[in-house]
């Protein structure tokens, strides 16, 4: 019997992460999702990777764009981090963004980010993962981190 998706759900609610949005743009136009199955992958060469639900309209844009930035949010971005979580085409009027190498927009105000060229889509059951090959990046030196934790956001205590 397969393993109860419940459980599965309540056992990584109990995984404590940081919070980003996946954007993107190119000819299927500009969009993301709030995304917290990312991982930086390799150094050499420099790779990360996001899963990506089959379901969520990003998945297509994402892979016909061919082309994704993870944006870390600060603490102050809970707006945004929910906004990126509701199904459909993305609004990003009121949030300053700039565009990366890649066409994918950077959001003001975001603790880093990673721009990457699409370089690999392999099969993760339900969801595809999405390996970026990164291209441009940054961090802040300073600012709090938005976290997410037991399906509520939180933030670091010190
Ligand atoms: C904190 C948080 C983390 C999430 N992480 C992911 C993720 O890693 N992958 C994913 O496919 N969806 C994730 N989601 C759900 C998507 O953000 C959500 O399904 C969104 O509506 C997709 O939009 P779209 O269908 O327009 O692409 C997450 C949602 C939240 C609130």
Same mark, same amino acid.
């Given at each position: 019997? =397969?393993?109860d998706s419940k459980v599965q759900k309540q056992v990584f609610g109990k995984w /404590? *992460?940081?919070v980003t949005v996946v954007t993107t743009d190119g000819p299927a136009g500009k969009g993301g999702l709030t995304?917290? /199955?990312v991982t930086s992958l390799s150094l050499n060469p420099p790779l990360v990777l996001v899963a990506v639900a089959k379901t969520a309209g990003s998945h /297509?844009?994402?892979q016909q764009n061919g082309c994704y930035a993870i944006n870390i949010l600060a603490l102050n971005q809970e707006d945004a981090s929910k906004r990126f979580a509701t199904p459909g085409p993305k609004d990003f009027s009121g949030f300053g963004? &700039? *565009?990366a190498v890649t066409g994918a927009p950077i959001l003001e105000g975001a603790l880093a980010f990673v721009d990457c060229r699409l &370089?690999?889509?392999l =099969?993760? $059951?339900d969801h595809d993962i999405f390996v970026g090959e990164i291209v441009d990046g940054g961090a802040q030196d300073? $600012? /709090?981190p938005l976290v997410y934790f037991s399906g509520k956001y939180r933030q670091l205590a010190n």
């Amino acid at each position: 019997m =397969a393993f109860d998706s419940k459980v599965q759900k309540q056992v990584f609610g109990k995984w /404590a *992460t940081g919070v980003t949005v996946v954007t993107t743009d190119g000819p299927a136009g500009k969009g993301g999702l709030t995304a917290n /199955a990312v991982t930086s992958l390799s150094l050499n060469p420099p790779l990360v990777l996001v899963a990506v639900a089959k379901t969520a309209g990003s998945h /297509a844009e994402i892979q016909q764009n061919g082309c994704y930035a993870i944006n870390i949010l600060a603490l102050n971005q809970e707006d945004a981090s929910k906004r990126f979580a509701t199904p459909g085409p993305k609004d990003f009027s009121g949030f300053g963004w &700039k *565009t990366a190498v890649t066409g994918a927009p950077i959001l003001e105000g975001a603790l880093a980010f990673v721009d990457c060229r699409l &370089k690999e889509v392999l =099969a993760g $059951g339900d969801h595809d993962i999405f390996v970026g090959e990164i291209v441009d990046g940054g961090a802040q030196d300073d $600012g /709090a981190p938005l976290v997410y934790f037991s399906g509520k956001y939180r933030q670091l205590a010190n």
